[in-house]
């Protein structure tokens, strides 16, 4: 399914909290990916500090719908809550050119 739609999403993290924060992420994205609809995505640390996950969606609509259900695994939501500091706005990005390896 091609990717036509996706969301940078930034955290800062408390100090000590960034192992928890991963398995919220990690729980969250499957359930997401295995109930909403969502192609995957990938989370990153940066050297400012802040959290980055870049998810993947097959469309806007689809994205838009998942958010208006809430949480896809409430305890993974819960688990991320607990060790964010602050939470930046989403960034909806609409890609135009697509140069990601695919693997065979």
């Not at 469309?59 to 949480?71: L, T, V, Y």
């Not at 939470?87 to 065979?104: H, K, N, W």
Request: include cysteine.
């Amino acid at each position: 399914m091609p990717v036509s739609f996706c969301v940078l999403y930034r955290f800062r993290l408390q100090a000590g909290l960034e192992v928890a924060f991963r398995e919220g992420w990690r729980r969250l994205t499957e359930a997401i990916r295995d109930e909403r609809g969502g192609l995957g995505s990938r989370l990153h640390r940066g050297d400012d500090g802040l959290w980055y996950a870049y998810a993947q969606w097959p469309d806007r609509e689809s994205w838009e719908r998942a958010q208006a259900m809430g949480s896809a695994d409430a305890e993974a939501s819960r688990l991320m809550a607990s060790a964010i500091e602050e939470s930046l706005p989403p960034i909806p990005l609409e890609p135009t050119d697509d140069l990601f390896y695919r693997a065979q």
